[in-house]
Nanobody, 122 residues
Framework: QVQLVESGGGLVQAGGSLRLSCAAS????????MGWFRQAPGKEREFVAV????????YYADSVKGRFTISRDNAKNTVYLQMNRLKTEDTAVYYC???????????????WGQGTQVTVSS
């Protein structure tokens, strides 16, 4: 079992930055690939980024590539999402999730956090 708690969301102006954190409980954190997803009002939850269990490989949605960076610290059981040059269309609830394998779809993830709201104003 893995429990995930996100933090770091908030209100920011377009062009600004935020850093999300996701703290995991459990001794097997380093066994999981960790992903970030987001869900805007009225839309389906969508993939944002994923990092492999070792942190050696990362993958991004085209919409955030070059602006967002996912990373992890296995010693701290934490995964991060650094978000730069934020746009109004980045407004959503952001979720972290854990998966045994590298996945891009919600049904490939086994554990989810409760989400943190990110609002980007114009």
């Amino acid at each position: 079992q893995v429990q995930l708690v996100e933090s770091g969301g908030g209100l920011v102006q377009a062009g600004g930055s935020l850093r999300l954190s996701c703290a995991a409980s459990g001794r097997t954190f380093s066994s999981y690939a960790m992903g970030w997803f987001r869900q805007a009002p009225g839309k389906e939850r969508e993939f944002v980024a994923v990092v492999t269990w070792s942190g050696s490989s990362t993958y991004y949605a085209d919409s955030v590539k070059g602006r967002f960076t996912i990373s992890r610290d296995n010693a701290k059981n934490t995964v991060y999402l650094q978000m730069n040059r934020l746009k109004t269309e980045d407004t959503a609830v952001y979720y972290c999730a854990a998966a045994y394998g590298l996945g891009y779809k919600t049904n490939e993830y086994d554990y989810w956090g409760q989400g943190t709201q990110v609002t980007v104003s114009s």
